[in-house]
């Protein structure tokens, strides 16, 4: 399968349109796992068996994993979702750009090295940053397109010929660039009304939303202004909030319940 027919059987199959966010960070990590040379990796994988049935993605972030120099226990963690969970694809968030030939290597690691079936992608260097990642057939790509955070106004903003870059990025990504039906857009769940505006240009690409949960974004907003004709479309993403939900001995159950609570807030403002 393909990660767009993953996604879709995720979206309608499994009725859930959350993502949880994998960024561990050992300083949040419960008592229990503290001394063990593998934390993150356990953390990770209890988080991910609490929660699988929950999502329609896991998107490991991979600075949290790199910044320790756990690039093995990353690699083990995506080998272990495609054994344990193979229904839900894996978005790797490497947000990623240069120019073509260190792109290729850049997509091997993503596709080759950590199996991931999908990556973020900068596109601030253009489409032949791009185009590398293309070349692996049925894998997908998530292009930055408004981010969730403040300093996203300072390039994303700017209107250019008419058109704010963001507006121009999702044009893109929706025609001329997105040859093989492989692409989508990141759009932060904290700006509604940009999504919207994203939606309107790219109708149905995939939107990866994150930015609900920690970063305070309105889950009915962004759901609304996000939505496709079928009703789904959208990986909105959560980490902080349901990754850290309790640090006690009921860290599983709450990380459990938080996302519960995500999905069903997410398929309330679906309906
Ligand atoms: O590409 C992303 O995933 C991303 C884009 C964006 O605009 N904003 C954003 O927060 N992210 C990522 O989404 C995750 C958000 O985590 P929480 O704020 O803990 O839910 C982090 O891994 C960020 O790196």
Redesign the pocket.
């Known amino acids: 399968m393909t990660f767009t027919e993953m996604l879709e059987a995720r979206w309608q199959g499994a009725d859930t349109l959350l993502c949880v966010?994998l960024?561990p960070n050992p300083s949040r990590f419960p008592a229990e796992l503290a001394d063990r040379p593998d934390a993150i990796l356990a953390f990770c994988r209890e988080i991910v068996d609490a929660t699988a049935d929950l999502v329609c993605a896991f998107?490991p972030?991979i600075?949290?994993f790199a910044s320790c120099g756990a690039e093995d226990q990353l690699e083990e963690l995506i080998t272990y979702i495609h054994e344990k969970h193979p229904e839900v694809p894996v978005i790797l968030?490497a947000?990623r750009g240069d120019i073509g030939s260190t792109a290729e290597h850049y997509a091997r690691e993503a596709f080759e090295r950590y199996k991931a079936d999908c990556v973020?992608l900068s596109p601030f260097m253009g489409f032949d940053t791009i185009k590398p990642y293309l070349a692996y057939e049925g894998k997908g790509a998530?292009v930055?397109c408004?981010?969730?955070?403040k300093g996203?106004d300072d390039f994303q903003m700017l209107t250019v010929d008419g058109e704010r870059i963001f507006e121009r990025i999702a044009r893109l990504a929706s025609s001329e660039w997105n040859l093989s039906g492989q692409l989508g857009l990141?759009?932060?769940a904290t700006y509604p009304a940009e999504i919207a505006s994203v939606r309107r240009l790219a109708p149905t690409l995939p939107l990866?939303v994150?930015?609900?949960?920690?970063?305070g974004g309105d889950v009915e907003a962004c759901v609304k202004a996000g939505i496709d004709a079928k009703k789904g479309g959208m990986v909105i993403?959560?980490?902080?909030?349901?990754?850290y939900a309790s640090q006690g001995e009921d860290w599983r159950e709450a990380a459990r319940a938080a996302a519960v609570a995500t999905r069903d807030a997410i398929n309330a403002a679906r309906r």
């Open positions: 966010g960024d998107k972030q600075a949290y968030d947000k973020t998530f930055l408004r981010t969730s955070n996203g990141v759009t932060g990866l994150p930015g609900i949960g920690a970063q993403n959560s980490g902080r909030a349901i990754l």
